[in-house]
């Protein structure tokens, strides 16, 4: 459902079967979590969990667990599950299955966002009724769980459109703010950007949480404005919005442009769109961010602080694009922004194609989760399977380290988008990867790690 850069990213990331492991998991079923480096849950492939999860896990007050997988099964199209801990172990148990009719939505990649009284929102790739042939069927959708006794009853917030009429394709998850919601689709719109052969170049939206008022509030039109946003939006002071695109910008080092960073400034009805940076690519600067995640850190002196998958100096070439992916950062200057990349990451042992989400510990450390890189290599996994790493603030850039690399074996591989922290620091996440179930020779695993 992704990008098609992403899936080519992904064949050359891949996974692999070598290197360290933490200790073999139940595959299915509750779970007994045996180190601070933990498999909490291994997906079966099944109805009742599905498999491949791509988001980072919502963690509620009460150190439950929630998020998405995508299934690709006949008889279900997707599931929004649940873990439950006692103790050291899990349960899963499957809050909402998506029909194989698809008609309110279908295969769910982007993580999920809870309200004050407990109702969970998302999105679905695809599905619904709207005309986008591209993707099989449907372009979309918006979705609410809201609790209903020791059940959830599902509502469709909204049907995407696509093509000019609407956007389509939502990848990520959304902003709550107040009783809105926000989120990006990652085609559609106004904009024409024949070159990714969907229509349209993704588009900015909101819509109430009683799914009302929906709007495009605005529409890249990719040359050098922004095309395909794939993260979440993060909220500034006064209602401004910040994101990223994977591509656009008008580079042309990259064959679609290198990506970008924007602003929307409310302004009446409407907002208005600024591009705060360009991204160059090659060796000295990143390319493609926001390839997935829950979007930018926003720290507290206003610097804008994000990743990319690809560019910078580390040997980690996939034919057109070069580069492992580095840190940048965006500190305001005057009216607007000066970038500097404060950490280039090497692939090999090294983190390699991070995704854009950071989380903030103690002490300003940023953590977060990478698809490549780690060491572990064979000849499904010439990139190595990912890892969780660490930046430490040092002087005006980081000292990285790699807290986590991934095997495929029974510890899964390839974390797609980023981690989330607890109120006590530990990390969690998902990989795509791997778990040791046999039915889909490794459906994904729901992991932590306590830094």
């Known amino acids: 459902m992704r990008a098609l850069f992403v899936l080519f990213v992904v064949a050359f990331a891949g996974c692999s079967s070598g290197g360290a492991q933490l200790a073999p998991p139940q595959v299915g079923g509750a779970l007994r979590a045996t180190s601070t480096d933990s498999i909490l849950y291994a997906f079966t492939g099944g109805t009742e969990d599905g ?147 969907f229509d349209g170049c993704g588009t900015v939206f909101k819509i109430s949480t009683k799914g009302t008022g929906y709007s495009v509030i605005y529409s890249f039109q990719g040359g050098k404005d922004g095309a395909n946003p794939a993260t979440s939006l993060t909220a500034g002071k006064n209602g401004v919005l910040y994101g990223t695109t994977n591509f656009g910008g008008g580079s042309t080092s990259c064959t679609t442009g290198c990506g970008i960073v924007f602003e929307l400034t409310p302004k009446g009805a409407s907002y208005t769109e600024t591009v705060l940076y360009r991204f160059q690519g090659g060796q000295s600067d990143g390319s493609v961010p926001g390839n997935r995640g829950r979007g930018l850190y926003l720290a507290s002196d206003g610097a804008l602080i994000g990743t990319t998958h690809t560019g910078g100096g580390g040997s980690c070439a996939i034919v057109f694009v070069p580069g492992c992916g580095v840190v940048f950062k965006l500190t305001p200057k005057g009216a607007g922004f000066k970038e500097s990349i404060p950490y280039q990451f090497k692939g090999g042992s090294d983190a390699a194609f991070p995704e854009e989400a950071l989380v903030a510990g103690k002490g300003g450390v940023l953590y977060g989760a990478s698809t490549g890189g780690g060491g572990a290599t064979s000849s499904v996994c010439s990139g190595g399977c990912g890892t969780v790493f660490a930046l430490t603030p040092k002087g005006t850039g980081y000292t990285e380290s790699v807290i986590y690399a991934f095997a495929n074996g029974n510890d899964g591989a390839l974390p797609y988008d980023g981690v989330t922290m607890d109120k006590s620091g530990v990390l969690y996440g998902t990989t795509e990867l791997g778990g040791g179930s046999k039915s889909c020779g490794g459906c994904g695993t729901v992991f932590s790690v306590t830094p």
Do not use: N
């Open 51 to 197: 498999s491949t999860p791509y988001a980072s896990p919502l963690v509620d007050a009460k150190g439950v667990l929630y998020g998405v997988s995508v299934a690709y099964d006949e008889s279900v199209h997707g599931v929004v599950w649940k873990l439950t801990g006692s103790g050291s172990s899990y349960t899963e148990s499957a809050l909402y299955k998506f029909p194989p009719s698809q008609a309110d939505g279908a295969y769910p990649e982007g993580g999920l966002i809870e309200d004050s009284a407990g109702a969970l929102y998302g999105t679905a790739t695809t599905g619904g009724k709207g005309a986008c042939s591209y993707m099989g069927s449907g372009c979309g959708v918006v979705f609410k769980l809201t609790p209903s006794g020791k059940t959830y009853k599902e509502s469709m917030l909204h049907d995407f459109a696509g093509a000019s009429k609407d956007g389509s394709i939502p990848v990520d998850a959304l902003l709550l703010s107040g009783s809105e919601l926000y989120g990006t689709t990652e085609y559609g719109g106004s904009g024409s950007c024949t070159e990714t052969g």
